[in-house]
């Protein structure tokens, strides 16, 4: 247990809160176990909603775990890190992949120890449920919207009127690109204007 290298993971939602009181129990919780804090990452201000492109602190630390430049990474509890269970997940698999292990103190989590190790393999069976039925969910959502009569995918941007300007274009010899900027659409659209003219 003792001769670790952590680093500690510190976050709070608005400018109007500090970090110190997270630092300086981490801080007290290493010295009592002999762990040797190399590295500090904050992200103040920062909501844990965000991802980890707007949380510079997280990112720092998760490169930095893949050159192994600590042992552990200590944080204050489970929202410091993220706001839902498949995000935490996501960012412990990162550890895990790098060899670092993880302690949450508010939760009593630590991955240093075969328990806690235990405990997040339950927990990644509950985020990979988690995504399953999200997948399930988008799955049933557009048969119903293809049942309705719903048009998937982007819109076009197409009006009888924008494709009838291609189709005159198009039949002029002006390629497609062009045409598609000219109007306004997409090339690819552009392009199945051209396949339906050349299949007639």
Not at 99 to 123: E, R, Y
Not at 165 to 172: G, H
Request: one cysteine or more; glycine letters at 8%.
């Amino acid at each position: 247990m003792a001769n670790k290298r952590v680093c500690l993971y510190v976050r709070v939602s608005t400018d109007h809160q500090t970090v110190e009181n997270q630092i300086l129990e981490l801080t007290a919780i290493a010295e009592r176990r002999g762990w040797q804090i190399v590295a500090t990452y904050s992200d103040a201000g920062i909501s844990g909603a965000k991802g980890r492109d707007k949380r510079p602190g997280l990112d720092q630390m998760l490169n930095e775990a893949k050159r192994r430049k600590f042992d552990v990474v200590m944080t204050a509890a489970i929202d410091r890190l993220g706001r839902s269970l498949v995000d935490l997940l996501h960012t412990i698999q990162e550890l895990e992949a790098c060899g670092v292990d993880m302690f949450i103190d508010k939760q009593a989590i630590d991955t240093t120890t075969p328990m806690g190790k235990l405990i997040f393999q339950v927990c990644g069976a509950f985020a990979e449920f988690e995504r399953s039925m999200i997948r399930q969910r988008v799955r049933a959502g557009l048969k119903r919207a293809v049942k309705d009569g719903v048009r998937l995918g982007r819109p076009s941007g197409l009006t009888p009127a924008k494709e009838n300007r291609v189709r005159e274009m198009l039949a002029q010899g002006i390629g497609i690109a062009r045409a598609a900027k000219k109007v306004g659409i997409g090339t690819g659209t552009a392009q199945k204007i051209k396949a339906q003219m050349e299949a007639r």
